[in-house]
């Protein structure tokens, strides 16, 4: 899930001292909602297994980007989006042993760190860790999305609160185009495969799909820069998510993020240099 | 980024180190998963003090369980709906001091078996003959399971079936037939039930019945008029079955007094049981749900409270389907065993194995769930489980049943399951919604777990080392000393398979003893009454059971082992009626034959 939401902070207002005491910094707004969710999730639903292992995951998460950042950054980096890969570990990780919390945390903010090409790091940090997991240890971790209940009130809640603050945060587009493919492929593969259109639309119903498209695939760290480049993106998520599904996969859509997330980033820095090399050589023409 | 070019390559290899964390553990925990070996019969013997043989032909026993075939409604999920049925319970239901097993068939017109025990090391069917045989007849729904239990107090074991359909009653004639007194007992017409058990919650000396519903009563799975029967959630459904509490009148009727008791739920019931967890000197009541979180109502005698929350047993929901206590660590506190589901990479819930928190007592008694710790927690599909001791060591040990739907090894189920259980309420509480079957498996074909326990806190799989290897879609797991020989003997019921009877042979040097509790004061059958074990330094307790694990019931006989040459001190019996017997010094190897003093 995103742990960059919180990254393209607005410059402070000099002024607005006042103001600012009563005005939520955007960095604060993801982590905010998604403690919110996780609250009346776990207040109404008990979604937890336990206090402790999300409480693990996010502590191992901080301590992780405090260190690290320190390390190679040379400073204290701020807690936020650590806290939001953390909780996302906590909330979409279900493992009846503390220690996949830990160690998921720990991949999922080390792989910010080490897996960077040209200073970006290309994969959603909390996509990476659960998808390493889920293939690393499947006798130990899944992520099937039953821990909300399923019912509608809370999914209700989640979509206006993701959807005003997605919209803010001008990233709305992103998370309209993954649902409305979606929705498109599950007709299709309920076409293809004789299958109710009820069970193929079912998953997007689900409150841990929600936490996917609000969050993880609107990452902006980890999507590509122009507009229209993120719909073609989260369009081939949407896409390979449908293969995947085809071949019943059951990870279908983090699966897809992992891949085509990254070889996105991978096209947009090749595009990125090559323009550059190209700027050099006509300026020096 | 900065940092040195030495900081990058050494966070690169800390990084590669995460990624291999989990293959390592995974060494680790197959190193200390069990003995997967198959070895001969002497070498488990010497290795693990017991082995078991399926000797079902041998003894005459060739059952063969039939699923119910529902509404058509439902045929494209029909593996799943119909996945449940075959139960056994042990009685000696014509008091020959052997042993006798009943087992259910789901198929309308299918018929039960009571198999009688020879005494020579077989078994004859009497079902038929005794009238306890045809009892799924079109309209009357199907059986699920039996538990058995004296609520007159004439000294033969009754029968209440527990059925998708009319619940029935049977009084036994003096183990010469069965009469079926459902309507003089003010039974419902309608219950869509697979757990059930006796006990006495009030200590008035005659037995109460609770039955737990798992579809809702006003379903006939046979004549649907609507395909919205599923649960509308996979982890808080509330839309199951009601429960009753049907209440002793002592003239062969009964009263349902749940409601008015403190017992509400409509959770998806699948297991039951009784057992004083606080020393109050009352039966407490646990029942495992599916879809949701497992309940514990407290039993002050007079009115029932529902603790699971404050106890911390109903926190995590799951999908429980079996019930079993077991003082596990010989510390005269029982240990509850949940069985739930656990598929690689899919879904992992890990069964439960709760245990009292140090410290904790009484109303204030509250459980952990310490099944990783104690190497209990995976057991694939796990249905039913039951403790006892298998090789007379003086440690309770597990053996669980497991397997859901065997059908194409090599197509599975599971991504569409996954898909519907993590839709809206509107989505999977429909039946037409969820994809067709088409033939494949859901976590079928699994192997059993037959967990030794070392008495230090750590249960060890022994299950092929000791000769189980069958993979049948196991529900029901019974445990009796079916041949009186001092060794406790395993019945298993599997869905669309065979009835298996495990013949147990235990190293000769473990000694035992066997008791056998006849109520006075209290109700015949003895069910409540407690048992503790003192012997060298230790001790062990546990109580007759109305019923337990999943849709079973054991032998009412209490089976202790102790190890090599004990020093037993005593025994003490503490009755329903409150009444405490002691018993100093009490023979090992020998059945005793107790009955509540005056």
Known sequence: MSQQLTAPVMPPQAPAKRTSLFSLDNRYIAPAFITCILLAGHLSFGILESYQKTLLAIVTAIAFELVLGRIFFHKWLHPASAYISGISVGILVRSPAFWPYALCAAISITSKYVLRVKDRHIWNPSNFGISAMLFLAPETVATLSIQWGNYLWPMIVIWILGSVIIARLHRFHITGIYVASFLAFAFLRSWMTGSPWQSEVAPITGPMYQLFIFFMITDPKTTVRSKRGQCIVVFLVALLEMVLRLRQIVYAPFYALFIVGPAAMLIEIWLDTRRANSARVAAAA | ?598
């Not at chain 2, 019931?269 to 606080?278: C, K």
């Not at chain 2, 074909?445 to 080392?465: E, S």
């Open chain 2, 1 to 598: 980024m900065k940092g040195s070019r030495i900081a990058r390559v050494l966070l690169a290899i800390f990084f590669v180190g995460l990624l291999a964390v989990p293959i390592v553990v995974k060494r680790l925990s197959a190193r200390r998963a069990g003995d997967k070996s198959i070895v001969d019969a002497s070498t488990a013997l010497a290795r693990h003090g017991f082995y078991l043989q399926e000797v079902s032909h041998a003894a005459g026993i060739n059952f063969v369980h039939q699923a119910p075939v529902l509404d058509p409604k439902l045929d494209r999920i029909m593996p799943e709906v119909a996945s449940m049925g075959a139960s056994v319970s042990i009685v000696d239901f014509d008091r020959d001091g052997w042993p006798d097993i009943y087992v259910t068939n789901s198929a309308i017109g299918s018929k039960n078996a009571l198999y009688r025990n020879m005494g020579d090391g077989t078994f004859k069917d009497v079902a038929e003959e005794l009238g306890i045989a045809d009892v799924n007849q079109a309209g009357t729904g199907v059986s699920t399971g039996a538990v058995w239990g004296d609520y007159d107090n004439d000294g033969y074991e009754d029968l209440f079936l527990i059925k998708w359909g009319r619940p029935e009653l049977y009084h036994n004639d003096h183990g010469h037939g069965f009469r079926r007194v459902s309507d003089q007992a003010g039974l419902p017409p309608w219950i869509n039930a697979n757990s059930a058990i006796w006990f006495d919650y009030d200590g008035d000396g005659l037995l109460d019945l609770f039955v737990a519903g798992y579809y809702a009563e006003d379903i006939d799975l046979w004549h649907l008029n609507t395909t919205r029967i599923m649960p509308d959630s996979f982890e808080y459904a509330k839309n199951g079955g009601r429960k009753y509490l049907f209440h002793n009148l002592g003239n062969g009727k009964f009263k349902d007094v749940s409601e008015k008791l403190g017992i509400e739920s409509h959770r998806w019931t699948l297991a039951a049981a009784a057992a004083d967890l606080r020393g109050s000197g009352h039966p407490d009541l646990f029942v495992a749900n599916d879809y949701g979180v497992s309940e514990l109502y407290f039993n002050d005698g007079k009115r029932f409270r529902e603790v699971g929350l404050q106890t911390g047993v109903g926190f995590a929901p799951k999908s429980g389907m079996n019930a079993a206590f077991g003082d596990i660590l010989n510390q005269g506190r029982y240990a509850v065993y949940v069985s739930n589901i656990s598929e690689d990479g899919i879904l992992i819930q890990g069964n439960n194995l709760w245990m009292p928190k140090a410290g904790t007592a009484g109303d204030a008694i509250q459980y952990e769930n310490l099944a990783r710790d104690f190497g209990v927690e995976l057991g694939g599909w796990s249905f039913g489980a039951q403790f006892g001791d298998l090789n007379n060591d003086g440690t309770l040990d597990l053996y669980l049943a497991n397997g859901y739907i065997s059908l194409d090894r090599n197509r599975s189920y599971w991504y569409d399951f996954s898909k519907v259980a993590g839709g809206n309420s509107t989505i999977i509480g429909d039946a037409k919604n969820w994809p067709a079957f088409e033939g494949r498996s859901l976590s079928g074909y699994q192997t059993k777990r037959v967990w030794l326990n070392d008495g230090a806190g750590k249960f060890i799989d022994v299950a092929q080392a000791v000769g189980v290897s069958d993979t049948y879609d196991g529900r029901s797991v019974a445990l009796a000393d079916l041949w009186n020989r001092g060794v406790l003997d395993v019945v298993v019921a599997n869905q669309k398979g065979p009835l298996l009877v495990y013949k147990n042979t235990v190293t000769p040097a473990n000694e035992w003893m066997e008791l056998e509790l006849e109520g006075t004061a209290s109700n015949r059958s003895a069910i409540g009454a407690q048992v503790t074990l003192f012997w060298n330094g230790q001790k062990q307790v546990q109580e007759v059971s109305g019923g337990s694990g999943f849709a079973a019931q054991n032998d009412r006989r209490l089976h202790f082992g102790f190890g090599q040459n004990p020093r037993v001190e005593k025994a003490i019996i503490r009755w329903p009626s409150g009444k405490l017997q002691t018993i100093d010094q009490p023979a090992t190897r020998q059945l005793h034959k107790i009955k509540e003093p005056a």
